[in-house]
């Protein structure tokens, strides 16, 4: 037998002051607990309390609201009560500290959400969109990641599940009448049902992958020689001032981050100093950073001043750029060359890159087109309904499913154990999302990105 949870405790609400601040008990049998801190009130489940919240000694340390919530009603499924008071920093270290007294320890990330999983208050893919809505960085990925936590993601995969169990029946069902599987699974119209079920996986798979782009969002750096413009880029980009534009070459001495919005994706753009070989020892630092963040990077933004062209500096700059490291050409200054913004079909790009784009960083022109390039570059599709976060941890869940499927696909009609084998590992894959079978410590990797409180 294993011994019951005890009770945790945390401050439910962001460091620091604020007009309110929250206490978030859970555990078993609260009521005692409430009414030593409440000086003996009993609050009825669901009703705010208001009261002083006592010390040991029965004087006051705050006074505020107690809600209690009686197990399973709660989020948890526990008992679970919330100590909501004036939101000072001393006050609720004091207040969580009477809690410890009275029994409580201090919860770990994510470790009420993580009670609310073991407790089937949420499935695994639902708990994740907790952490996903409190650092959604846009309001699309936002409004996505609540859609998942109501249980539109998992909707579907429990239908490829059931899809997945209702075909095992079938296929496993003929083991024990070999000498009839084949003209029995053609009668059950199988691989007509198999196909259907692969059709519904890439449907939910390209929702998936769309549902990543906004929630990860892209990684662009900006490369080019010193002083081609890489700064006011960021700045156009932006609409502000972030970065220091002057003439002098190697104004930017370290990496400057900055992230816009672009149709709802978040992207991270990153202003490399300038790569070259320097003496200065603070600007070598910038350099190395530089080369980090163009490693990590998703896009590169080339620029090019087109009065210079392609010169050594810039080829040198090409040079440590990975072969797969997707490129977007930008050739520069057209306030002063005369040339058309836009995006240019015909020109051949000097960087290897699929895409050449004329701008102006000094007066917009060509913005519009390089933002359109950008989200194309991710391939990202726009926000629709169908949509819903998704991580890299469900993506490889159903990329596994999708290839045990054709696998299954390419069973012979006298590879009866063989496809039954292939469906179960894709059930399997597909069940891995909302936690069905899930090892204990992947769950502790998941939770331990939550914040405390929640």
Same mark, same amino acid.
């Given at each position: 037998?294993?011994?019951?949870?005890?009770?945790?405790?945390?401050?439910?609400?962001?460091?620091?002051?604020?007009?309110?601040?929250?206490?978030?008990?859970?555990?078993?049998?609260?009521?005692?607990?409430?009414?030593?801190?409440?000086?003996?009130?009993?609050?009825?489940?669901?009703?705010?309390?208001?009261?002083?919240?006592?010390?040991?000694?029965?004087?006051?340390?705050?006074?505020?609201?107690?809600?209690?919530?009686?197990?399973?009603?709660?989020?948890?499924?526990?008992?679970?009560?919330?100590?909501?008071?004036?939101?000072?920093?001393?006050?609720?270290?004091?207040?969580?500290?009477?809690?410890?007294?009275?029994?409580?320890?201090?919860?770990?990330?994510?470790?009420?959400?993580?009670?609310?999983?073991?407790?089937?208050?949420?499935?695994?893919?639902?708990?994740?969109?907790?952490?996903?809505?409190?650092?959604?960085?846009?309001?699309?990925?936002?409004?996505?990641?609540?859609?998942?936590?109501?249980?539109?993601?998992?909707?579907?995969?429990?239908?490829?599940?059931?899809?997945?169990?209702?075909?095992?029946?079938?296929?496993?069902?003929?083991?024990?009448?070999?000498?009839?599987?084949?003209?029995?699974?053609?009668?059950?119209?199988?691989?007509?049902?198999?196909?259907?079920? #692969?059709?519904? $996986?890439?449907? /939910?798979?390209?929702?998936?992958?769309?549902? &990543?782009? *906004? !929630? %990860?969002?892209?990684? +662009? =750096?900006?490369?080019?020689?010193?002083?081609?413009?890489?700064?006011?880029?960021?700045?156009?980009?932006?609409?502000?001032?972030?970065?220091?534009?002057?003439?002098?070459?190697?104004?930017?001495?370290?990496?400057?981050?900055? #992230?816009?919005? $672009?149709?709802? /994706?978040?992207?991270?753009?990153?202003?490399? &100093?300038? *790569? !070259? %070989?320097?003496?200065? +020892? =603070?600007?070598?630092?910038?350099?190395?950073?530089?080369?980090?963040?163009?490693?990590?990077?998703?896009?590169?933004?080339?620029?090019?001043?087109?009065?210079?062209?392609?010169?050594?500096?810039?080829?040198?700059?090409?040079?440590?750029?990975?072969?797969?490291?997707?490129?977007?050409?930008?050739?520069?200054?057209?306030? *002063?060359?005369?040339?058309?913004?836009?995006?240019?079909?015909?020109?051949?790009?000097?960087?290897?890159?699929?895409?050449?784009?004329?701008?102006?960083?000094?007066?917009?022109?060509?913005?519009?087109?390089?933002?359109?390039?950008?989200?194309?570059?991710?391939?990202?599709?726009?926000?629709?309904?169908?949509?819903?976060?998704?991580?890299?941890?469900?993506?490889?869940?159903?990329?596994?499913?999708?290839?045990?499927?054709?696998?299954?696909?390419?069973?012979?009609?006298?590879?009866?154990?063989?496809?039954?084998?292939?469906?179960?590992?894709?059930?399997?894959?597909?069940?891995?999302?909302?936690?069905?079978?899930?090892?204990?410590?992947?769950?502790?990797?998941?939770?331990?990105?939550?914040?405390?409180?929640?």
């Amino acid at each position: 037998m294993t011994a019951p949870n005890p009770t945790i405790a945390a401050i439910a609400t962001a460091p620091g002051r604020g007009g309110v601040g929250v206490i978030r008990l859970s555990g078993k049998n609260l009521l005692p607990l409430a009414a030593q801190i409440s000086g003996g009130k009993t609050p009825k489940p669901r009703v705010a309390l208001y009261t002083d919240f006592l010390d040991g000694a029965g004087q006051p340390i705050d006074n505020g609201l107690l809600l209690y919530f009686a197990a399973p009603a709660s989020f948890t499924g526990e008992d679970v009560i919330e100590l909501q008071g004036h939101g000072g920093p001393v006050v609720m270290e004091m207040l969580l500290q009477r809690c410890m007294e009275l029994g409580a320890k201090p919860a770990e990330p994510g470790e009420f959400t993580k009670r609310a999983f073991l407790n089937n208050k949420l499935d695994l893919a639902q708990a994740e969109s907790v952490a996903d809505l409190i650092d959604a960085s846009s309001k699309s990925a936002a409004r996505m990641a609540l859609r998942s936590l109501k249980g539109a993601f998992s909707q579907h995969i429990h239908g490829l599940v059931d899809d997945l169990i209702t075909l095992r029946m079938l296929v496993e069902a003929t083991l024990d009448f070999p000498e009839e599987d084949i003209d029995f699974l053609e009668a059950a119209d199988a691989r007509g049902k198999l196909q259907a079920l #692969q059709g519904r $996986l890439k449907t /939910v798979l390209a929702s998936a992958e769309q549902g &990543a782009i *906004l !929630r %990860e969002g892209m990684n +662009v =750096v900006l490369v080019g020689a010193p002083n081609v413009g890489k700064s006011s880029l960021l700045n156009a980009l932006a609409g502000d001032d972030i970065a220091i534009v002057t003439d002098i070459a190697g104004t930017t001495r370290d990496t400057v981050r900055e #992230q816009i919005t $672009l149709d709802g /994706v978040p992207v991270h753009i990153i202003d490399t &100093a300038g *790569l !070259r %070989e320097t003496d200065d +020892v =603070v600007e070598q630092i910038g350099i190395e950073r530089s080369r980090k963040a163009v490693n990590e990077a998703d896009v590169a933004l080339v620029l090019i001043d087109p009065r210079e062209g392609l010169n050594e500096k810039t080829r040198s700059i090409l040079a440590d750029l990975s072969a797969g490291l997707k490129k977007i050409e930008i050739r520069n200054k057209t306030d *002063l060359t005369g040339e058309a913004a836009g995006i240019s079909d015909g020109l051949a790009a000097l960087s290897g890159a699929d895409t050449v784009i004329r701008l102006s960083a000094k007066t917009g022109a060509g913005l519009d087109a390089l933002k359109r390039a950008l989200l194309q570059e991710i391939g990202w599709q726009g926000e629709s309904e169908s949509l819903f976060l998704a991580r890299s941890r469900h993506l490889n869940a159903l990329h596994a499913a999708e290839a045990e499927l054709e696998n299954a696909a390419l069973c012979g009609n006298h590879q009866i154990e063989l496809l039954a084998e292939h469906l179960r590992l894709a059930q399997t894959a597909c069940s891995e999302i909302t936690g069905e079978f899930t090892a204990d410590d992947l769950l502790g990797v998941i939770f331990s990105r939550f914040c405390i409180g929640k």
